[in-house]
């Protein structure tokens, strides 16, 4: 009798802490794991009536919102921290990290384009450049792109006479690709800083509970904690 295999739905933000959790349960227990990556928003389209995933890791507000309707087991929750925003350009800008509201209004004064994403840190852009007022300023050379993979790509490949491109994004996912043509600048400032949460769930019509048991268990594991916290992930 084979052994049966897990199917993950993650966001990328924790993909660092993830894949050794992964590596760490296989070799443990010889079951075989298959993750796919996609935002917090994208998973809200997602067809939920019938998932094909066994385990979801997502933001903690879109795990609330599954398992009032059912998809998700909130009693098998774990929380794997937050990841705040960090400020990423290319690796041969020199930037400041802006201390303050002010200070990084006048960084993005500075920049040709300023580039973030369309999932969850994207929609709090939208609401933070409208409070302080930048959208006049802002609308014309912004950028939205898909995901933060798209995001640091465009930051890497930026032309060498157009290199002031500013991108916004998770901690977690700049600093997983630092040095490969784009580096870490700095967080936002505290007073506008975001931090998301992120949870990792059972779906409910998932099969194999035990084996989703055992490998919510291995986020106890303290190499793999250790790991998300060097990798941008607070507790």
Not at 16 to 39: D, M, P, S, W
Not at 191 to 207: F, G, R
Not at 223 to 229: G, V, Y
Request: hydrophobic share 45%.
């Amino acid at each position: 009798m084979s052994l049966p295999s897990l199917q993950i739905l993650s966001v990328s933000a924790v993909a660092v802490g993830l894949r050794h959790a992964v590596a760490l349960y296989q070799k443990e227990t010889g079951i075989q794991c298959t993750v796919q990556y996609q935002t917090s928003t994208q998973m809200r389209g997602l067809d939920w009536q019938t998932p094909v995933w066994d385990l979801v890791i997502t933001s903690q507000a879109l795990a609330m919102e599954l398992s009032r309707h059912g998809a998700l087991e909130p009693r098998t929750c774990v929380s794997l921290g937050g990841v705040g925003v960090g400020i990423v350009v290319h690796e041969s800008v020199e930037l400041p990290t802006p201390l303050s509201a002010s200070a990084f209004t006048q960084m993005l004064e500075a920049a040709r384009t300023v580039v973030y994403n369309r999932a969850s840190s994207g929609m709090y852009f939208d609401v933070l450049f409208e409070r302080l007022g930048l959208w006049p300023m802002l609308e014309h050379k912004t950028q939205r792109v898909i995901d933060g993979q798209a995001l640091l790509k465009t930051i890497a490949q930026a032309p060498e006479a157009e290199r002031l491109v500013i991108g916004l994004g998770a901690v977690s996912e700049i600093l997983e690709v630092q040095g490969w043509g784009i580096k870490l600048a700095g967080e936002l400032p505290r007073e506008i800083q975001h931090v998301t949460a992120y949870q990792a769930l059972a779906t409910s019509q998932s099969a194999a509970k035990l084996e989703v048991q055992a490998f919510l268990k291995s986020f106890e594991d303290p190499r793999i904690k250790t790991i998300l916290q060097s990798s941008g992930v607070r507790s």
